[in-house]
């Protein structure tokens, strides 16, 4: 769909690591899709700093190893309090190479394209700005030299291209800086924190059509979903499968006071709610529809009512330091690593893509493709 736009968009959005990092576990975050349909409409690059992808990588690769490092100590530990001998955990040939032909491959299916690191880079010059502490460079020298690295190949990219107009999506506190922000603005680039508030700031360019077009597909699209919930909800209760680690709320989309802490003793039910976003996208590249049929990609809520064991952390046996025979007493007493166990609910989204047609206007017969899940 293209729409007619003035001159005031941006040819390129940037992206750091740190927004990346909501890409982890697929491309599948709602806001980037309806971010990357409205980029894609309107001829908006999506690109990605080559030291960004390597610090994703890395970054990636040490909870990798991490998680390694956890399941062979867990092996040992079972081997001692069971007194038996289990092989030891054989990590993965050509590990890192798959995991960097993942990352690669999620680079893909996002569609950004990648900026090389520049070569215009004078090493005296970064040694002077790392003296003078000079923005992102920090009060230790060498903080912010990714950062700095990063700036520069974003200006030389803007200058290859000829782009008049650029964002930048980071959370990362140092670009809240005033020192920061002034000088990106001069070279026409504008620093958002996330997907969300960069398409908000897309609304806020005078393009009410594109904005409107997409807030009423979106509409309208929810309000035809909820004719078929009942629907919905059966395929997704007869068709998802989750983790223990979703279910704890373990990755960095939910909140804190969102996740478990503790050990998931049962999962006692799990009960849809309610849909609360559509788009018209999938999260990945598929086949070409016949006429008036759409792709979609929405969101159900789901309640899982759980029996949590909560961690143990400070109910410990204690002693009188007065009295330290009483030591005697406790020493052999192991508390248990749970406390009590409880009943807990907590509200997991789940994403269900489809497809659906349109006759004059009015959506029918939904066909449901995939649930997404972790």
Known sequence: ??????????????????????????????????????????????????????????????????????????????????????????????????????????????????????????IRKLIILAAKKTKPFEEKGEKGFRDMIMLLSIVEDMKKHNFRDGILITNDNIFQHEEIRQHLQGKNVKVMNNFSQCFDYLDKLKHKKAVDYFSAQSKRILEYLQTQKNTIFKYVVENAQVSADFLRGDFILFKEEEKIFGNIDKVIEATPKNISAAFPSLTRKSEPLPANMENITFTVNVDFRLQVSPYNFFNKPKFPISTPAEYEKIKSTYPSLYLQTVEKIVNRPINVEAIIDEKDGKYTNLILKRVITY
Not at 10 to 33: C, K, M, Q, W
Not at 94 to 108: E, G, H
């Open 1 to 122: 769909m293209i729409y007619d736009m003035t001159d005031n968009f941006p040819h390129v959005i940037y992206f750091d690591t740190n927004a990346l990092r909501e890409l982890t576990f697929g491309i599948s975050n709602v806001e980037y899709l309806k971010l990357k349909e409205f980029c894609k409409s309107n001829s908006i690059g999506l690109a990605v700093p080559e030291v960004v992808v390597y610090e994703w990588y890395y970054m990636q690769r040490r909870e990798v190893l991490s998680e390694i490092d956890r399941i062979k100590q867990a092996i040992k530990k079972t081997n001692l309090l069971l007194n038996i001998t289990q092989p030891e955990y054989k990590v993965p040939k050509k590990l890192f190479p798959s995991l960097a032909s993942k990352v690669n491959q999620y680079i893909r299916e996002a569609e950004m394209r990648g900026v090389k690191t520049t070569r215009k880079i004078s």
